[in-house]
């Protein structure tokens, strides 16, 4: 039988196209039903050689309102901005401006730490402390917006020498891209916005990106509103500045530069992909660098292995030891009500971007599984923690329905887990954080069900035995915490309740 050559390529032709719809296809089966698990609320991309195999938006821009998010919308990338201050650094390096090796003092006249090299920064291998450096500068100057130029006056208050000898070991640190944002304008004469404006987002056509210096102010018609359950037992997530505890991060540190404030699109990450093969942005060399794993003193490799699989840190890039599919680099990020990955699997030039306004559970696994779906991989089963759903149901609709609730999710066990802490952790938030009538015997009802479901742990009862006493339930207070000590007699926290209610 003949076959034409019009013919065999109409077949090839075909067989390509089913192939794409079967990834596409397989791609919205899993983001659908993450979605439906109330795991995703934001936009997803994927894509091969540069072009898009699956793009989608998922949930609201702004919760009270109900704005949808759409293809335009423009997220918080939190730390995925690290991976443009390590381009900008590798730029000036090309450039002949800085060596990797120099000490940072070199820059920075007024750094206390001669040791600590521009490498160190970039591969977190330091030992600088990170947000807890403005702790007790944020308590006494509560209206202020801390911004790079007080990095060092607070690291010349610090009383702690780095947590280690430099090069000694991986931590992470946002200290350590703020200060590298300084390096940048020191060199460059420029601010670190417009840096990355002129040499990077130009060039990649990112025309969505731009950096956030104060997020209380800047208006943006197609920037997302960020948001979270400020408590669990909230039905829906709350927009974050709302939300008072979460006001030192929100607005004291939201001066700073380098080590996240980025607002972008996924449109625009997948441009940057393509030019950072393209070479438009750094040359091969320094992707090469940028992409190896960092050293340590040892000669080893930085061990940043954050529960996503063996992985080591880069110049500003997490890179998986595995690569039976191809070498896989990426950087996730997260703020207050946002949290994003940015995957690049450079080996056969495919990317997974899934940028997220609601800082959902799973996210990083999320986008994982997608990339799996593109390498043809097995998909890892992620599971969401059923606290939230119990926890909602009893403040909206009572105890009943609520354990049939609870009942209800911990049968699905393909996608539900029931966890000790966060069931402690709900209770407490009812004792002690909810102001409506009612929530301390609502905790009460948690503490009681804890005891129940792990009835050989000694937290569980000595949680109870604090709601008891605190809701004027004094004997069985006092039975609680014996109970807790009988499991555990070394149980400093109940003998001390115990000493205070019985006075001796």
Request: proline share 4%; glycine share 8%.
């Amino acid at each position: 039988m003949k076959v034409s050559l019009f013919s065999l390529l109409l077949v090839l032709v075909q067989i390509k196209s089913m192939a794409q719809m079967n990834t596409a296809d397989r791609l919205d089966s899993l983001f659908q039903s993450v979605y439906n698990y109330g795991q995703l609320n934001g936009n997803v991309l994927a894509a091969e050689n540069g072009h898009i195999t699956y793009k989608q938006s998922f949930g609201f821009a702004d919760f009270p309102g109900k704005r949808i998010n759409s293809g335009s919308s423009r997220f918080s990338i939190g730390s995925v901005a690290k991976i443009f201050t390590a381009v900008a650094i590798l730029q000036l390096k090309e450039k002949g401006k800085l060596k990797l090796d120099d000490a940072l003092v070199k820059y920075l006249p007024g750094f206390r730490y001669p040791a600590i090299t521009i490498r160190h920064l970039l591969s977190h291998t330091s030992g600088l402390p990170d947000y807890e450096l403005y702790g007790k500068l944020v308590d006494k100057n509560p209206q202020k917006i801390f911004a790079n130029e007080d990095i060092l006056p607070a690291l010349q208050l610090w009383e702690k020498p780095p947590a280690f000898t430099p090069g000694e070991k991986w931590q992470y640190s946002n200290t350590n891209f703020a200060l590298l944002s300084l390096v940048v304008e020191h060199v460059s004469r420029i601010t670190f916005p417009d840096y990355l404006t002129k040499h990077i987002f130009k060039p990649a056509k990112m025309v969505d990106t731009y950096i956030l210096t104060d997020t209380m102010k800047l208006p943006d018609t197609y920037r997302v509103s960020n948001h979270q359950y400020a408590v669990l037992f909230d039905a829906e997530p709350q927009e974050v500045s709302s939300i008072k505890k979460l006001r030192w991060r929100l607005y004291n540190l939201s001066g700073f530069t380098g080590q996240g404030n980025i607002v972008t699109s996924a449109k625009d990450l997948l441009s940057f992909d393509q030019a950072l093969y393209g070479n438009k942005v750094l040359n091969a060399a320094s992707l090469e660098e940028a992409f190896t794993p960092a050293r340590l003193n040892n000669g080893e490799n930085c061990n940043a292995d954050i529960g996503l699989g063996k992985a080591s840190y880069g110049l500003g890039w997490f890179i998986f030891a595995d690569t039976s599919t191809g070498k896989i680099v990426w950087h996730g990020g997260g703020v207050p009500g946002a949290v994003a990955i940015f995957l690049r699997n450079i080996t056969q030039k495919k990317a997974v971007i899934v940028l997220d306004n609601a800082f959902s559970e799973g996210i990083y696994q999320t986008g994982f599984n997608a990339l799996n779906i593109l390498d043809h991989k097995p998909l890892t089963i992620r599971k969401k923690s059923l606290v939230q759903g119990y926890g909602s149901a009893l403040v909206k609709k009572g105890v009943d329905p609520a354990f049939c609730r609870l009942i209800q999710l911990r049968s699905d066990s393909a996608h539900y887990y029931l966890d000790e802490g966060q069931m402690n952790l709900l209770g407490y938030q009812l004792l002690y954080e909810a102001t409506f009538e009612g929530h301390s015997q609502l905790a009460l009802e948690v503490f009681k069900i804890n005891t129940l479901l792990f009835p050989f742990s000694y937290n569980a009862y000595d949680s109870y035995g604090e709601g008891l006493f605190k809701n004027g339930h004094r004997e069985e207070a006092i039975f609680m915490y014996r109970k807790a000590l009988e499991i555990n007699p070394e149980n400093p926290e109940s003998k001390a309740a115990l000493k205070r209610i019985l006075g001796n």
